[in-house]
């Protein structure tokens, strides 16, 4: 990159650094630190949650989907725009689990069921969590050597190491200094004035992107060249993407109910309004939030599709094919890497820069098509020899469909990369599938460098790398606190004091880093990041569901019913994942040798008939006959079953919800009391379905309608079911029919949105943010509001419930006089009389 560039890289990002580094004085306790101390407005919220939640692997990501598969897939998620409307309007799981005052979702399982439930769920939560998170920042890292044009490799005092190991340090390094100084205030401070930061930023690039590439002349017809039934715009023309049906929508939209707090990457922010009412207006706001943001990120992934792909770009040095090979050989070096491998180096780089098949290419060809063809042979072995337990082989004539023009120019553009990889598999099999994964992930982003001139250059890296380390903080803070305080603190036997508590903490997030760092730098990652993601989510996101729900709104919900909804739930959604790995290669040979073929196959396709042609399971050789939509589908449903015959089979007494939410008469001072009830008539319910209830100011009821307005009557009523019903009953548009309507929406109608969005919350922010700052000075802390939970109670909240039920909890003063005794230790009079002051019950007349 220029100069100019880096200057504008390092401007912004010293500023968001600084602002967020400051706030750190505004730490008093462990509350704190974990939930930035309860006190955050709804623009804040808003503004910097959806910076911490989307990343810069969040981006490379959505590359991927929109490079195969466009507009036209994500249209259909319209049919279930109501579902999530409701859902975000009334602060579905959002608001009750800010009522709960819990600080991590382990928190709220020991308060809501027990505390080896807790311990329990942890231990799925961080493996799931610190799992999925570790490649984030090698594919954040990567994304900045490609983009910047950093070498490969780079020398230091004689020593040679990969660059992107480097750049992930020096990042990983700063997020760690971010999130250990303050916790979830330095992190929340940082999001916020990041996104203050980015507004100009993301409308400088919209603005280049929209002058530089015509719509009509050059993004629509790179879109539309396509085969039939890959679509990237038709939504009526994308059966060959792969697996679509209404089935497919329902399962998507269970997933949302159940699901709806299940992932906890940014718990910080669960936690960090002011109150409930609060932290409902956060996520109403969101609707509003994405702006230029939005457009930024969809722009980004056609027009690097049109460069690459139209050939208006092809020629010249700064053109498409200097750039696909320029990426293909640099993927080749950082890959297949080593003194050992320099001929493959070599030899391959001059087949891709020429076309050139030298001797040794040739060899390797050679080899890899042995091995290809010694795989398909076993393959039909196994095939054949499966035919007598069932199946039945059915001779199917192809039709021959003459490739179009753009079909052929793009089997030329893909012919040298995947040539490449074959010649790499000889010798590297596993080199040739990270090589063919990273040259994918780094396509867009190796488009954009030819692409952006400089100056737009430096605006784009900026917002990645504020991206890049905004994910990282979160991350590394939400996945750090779960392990300290969901394993660590219920398993110790006496409380840790403030001190002890925030040095465990800051450790544990630097041990997240630290295996983040060793895990993205050793591991090849050979599958698409939602793939990853998926799989790796599994593990907590299979049962966690219906304990989260069931918890927060159903009182007969028993603990009991939760251990069998999180385990067979989780069970299922692992052995799942494992059988489709499996099945191929192990499971159906051995079902096959063992004669049980026959009689799983009569068991599988008897039990999809009845669901028939929605769901088609088909036993054969190729694939695991139970698609990943259907196994996710199977064990929700199970999981959300299995809760509930459990719990009622073992509820002896309902839960006291009104003790965990804090209403009636455990209601804290300054809280709403939720638990009156209130005449309900056609409009009170209409009204509530839409969220609106006494606690709404007339600027917050504005705000609903809004958006309410805008998300059903044009998000849902007319993009979807208008324009669906036009194109089924009165004729299917065209192709550029499809390109004009997403022209509208994606560029005019958006655009509009963000030029208004864009001053609001920018205004919003700015405010917000001084009284976070006045709050932060004026709050009092509880050195017991720590995560403890006694007896279902948490720790803060015993004094509360001893007065209210006129009872002594003794268990919690034996905690007390440990954690007094701590103290006394640390000679620390501040902290013991802030504990004498919350030992005390508190003076609801003051």
Not at 49 to 67: D, K, P, T
Not at 163 to 191: C, P
Request: charged letters at 20%; aromatic letters at 12%.
């Amino acid at each position: 990159m220029h100069w100019i560039d880096w200057l504008i890289v390092a401007i912004p990002v010293g500023i968001v650094v600084f602002n967020g580094l400051k706030a750190q004085k505004y730490v008093k306790g462990v509350s704190d630190f974990l939930t930035g101390g309860r006190v955050a407005g709804r623009y804040v919220l808003t503004v910097a949650s959806g910076e911490a939640a989307f990343g810069l692997i969040s981006l490379v990501g959505m590359y991927e989907v929109y490079y195969r598969s466009g507009f036209a897939y994500g249209w259909w998620g319209g049919i279930a725009g109501p579902i999530g409307i409701i859902l975000g309007l009334t602060g579905y799981c959002i608001y009750r689990f800010r009522e709960t005052r819990a600080m991590t979702m382990g928190q709220f399982f020991e308060m809501r069921y027990s505390r080896s439930f807790r311990i329990f769920a942890a231990i799925l939560q961080s493996i799931s969590g610190v799992v999925n998170y570790a490649i984030f920042p090698a594919v954040g890292s990567r994304f900045i050597v490609y983009f910047c044009d950093l070498p490969i490799n780079i020398s230091v005092f004689g020593f040679v190491f990969p660059t992107f190991g480097l750049v992930m340090a020096i990042f990983l390094s700063v997020a760690v200094l971010v999130a250990t100084k303050g916790g979830q205030i330095t992190i929340m401070v940082t999001d916020a004035v990041q996104g203050l930061v980015s507004y100009p930023l993301y409308l400088l690039v919209v603005g280049y992107l929209i002058y530089r590439f015509s719509w009509f002349n050059e993004i629509a017809p790179s879109l539309l060249d396509r085969p039939p039934g890959q679509s990237l715009l038709n939504p009526f023309d994308i059966e060959a993407h792969r697996d679509f049906n209404l089935f497919f929508v329902l399962v998507g939209m269970l997933g949302g109910i159940l699901n709806r707090m299940g992932w906890s990457g940014t718990q910080g922010y669960n936690a960090a309004a002011l109150n409930a009412h609060e932290q409902k207006m956060g996520g109403v706001l969101g609707t509003w939030r994405s702006g230029f943001s939005g457009m930024m990120y969809v722009l980004l992934a056609v027009v690097a599709l049109t460069f690459l792909t139209n050939a208006k770009f092809n020629d010249g040095p700064s053109g498409a094919l200097a750039c696909r090979t320029e990426l293909a050989t640099k993927a080749l070096n950082d890959i297949v890497s080593g003194e050992e491998n320099a001929q493959v180096r070599q030899e391959v780089t001059q087949y891709i820069n020429t076309g050139e098949v030298t001797p040794a290419v040739r060899d390797w060809l050679n080899q890899s098509e042995e091995l290809r063809l010694q795989g398909e042979a076993e393959k039909e072995r196994i095939r054949l020899a499966g035919l007598g337990a069932g199946e039945q082989e059915v001779a199917v004539e192809s039709p021959i469909v003459a490739p179009s023009a753009g079909e052929e120019a793009r089997a030329a553009r893909e012919a040298r990369i995947l040539t490449a990889r074959d010649s790499i598999k000889a010798v590297d099999p596993s080199g040739s599938q990270t090589f063919f994964t990273i040259f994918g992930q780094m396509r867009v982003p190796m488009a954009l460098r030819y692409i952006l001139p400089i100056g737009i250059t430096g605006a784009f890296c900026a917002l990645c790398v504020f991206l890049l380390i905004s994910t990282d903080t979160t991350y590394m803070h939400s996945w750090g606190s779960i392990i300290v305080q969901d394993l660590i603190l219920p398993l110790r036997r006496k409380p840790f004091t403030p001190k002890q508590q925030l040095r465990v903490l800051r450790l544990i997030i630097v041990g997240v880093a630290l295996f983040a760092f060793l895990f993205s730098f050793y591991f090849g990652q050979v599958d698409y990041i939602q793939m990853f993601f998926a799989i790796t989510g599994l593990i907590w996101l299979g049962g966690s569901g219906p304990c989260i729900v069931g918890g927060l709104y159903w009182s007969r919900g028993t603990t009991a019913g939760a251990w069998v909804a999180l385990i067979v739930g989780s069970s299922m959604a692992v052995g799942g994942f494992l059988g489709q790995q499996m099945w191929v290669e192990t499971i159906y040979p051995w079902l096959l040798d063992a004669g049980l073929l026959g009689t799983v196959t009569a068991i599988v396709e008897g039990a999809s008939a009845p669901f028939e042609p929605y769901i088609l399971w088909r036993v054969g050789p190729d694939k695991f006959p139970i698609n990943s939509q259907e196994m996710y589908a199977i064990t929700m449903f199970l999981g959300l079953g299995l809760y509930i015959v459990v719990s009622l089979l073992t509820c002896r007494e309902p839960f006291n919800m009104d003790r965990m939410l804090h209403r009636g008469k455990y209601k804290r001072e300054g809280d709403r009391d939720d638990s009156i009830k209130r005449r309900l008539t056609p409009k009170a319910a209409f009204l509530r379905l839409i969220g609106i209830n006494e606690e709404y100011s007339r600027g917050d009821k504005i705000l609903t309608w809004s958006v309410f307005i805008y998300s059903f009557g044009w998000g849902f009523l007319i993009q979807f079911v208008v324009v669906a019903v036009w194109n089924v009953f009165f004729g299917q548009w065209s192709n550029e029919g499809w390109a004009n309507w997403f022209f509208i929406q994606n560029i005019v109608i958006a655009g509009a949105v963000a030029l208004v969005s864009t001053i609001w919350f920018s205004i919003g922010t700015t405010i917000d943010l001084k009284k976070l700052f006045r709050r932060l000075r004026e709050k009092e802390v509880s050195v017991l509001d720590d995560g403890r939970v006694i007896g279902n109670v948490s720790a803060d909240d015993i004094a509360l419930v001893e007065q209210v039920e006129n009872k002594v909890i003794d268990e919690a003063h034996r905690e007390e006089a440990m954690l007094e005794d701590a103290l006394e230790s640390e000679d620390d009079a501040a902290d013991i009389e802030n504990l004498h002051k919350h030992q005390k019950p508190e003076d609801k007349d003051a």
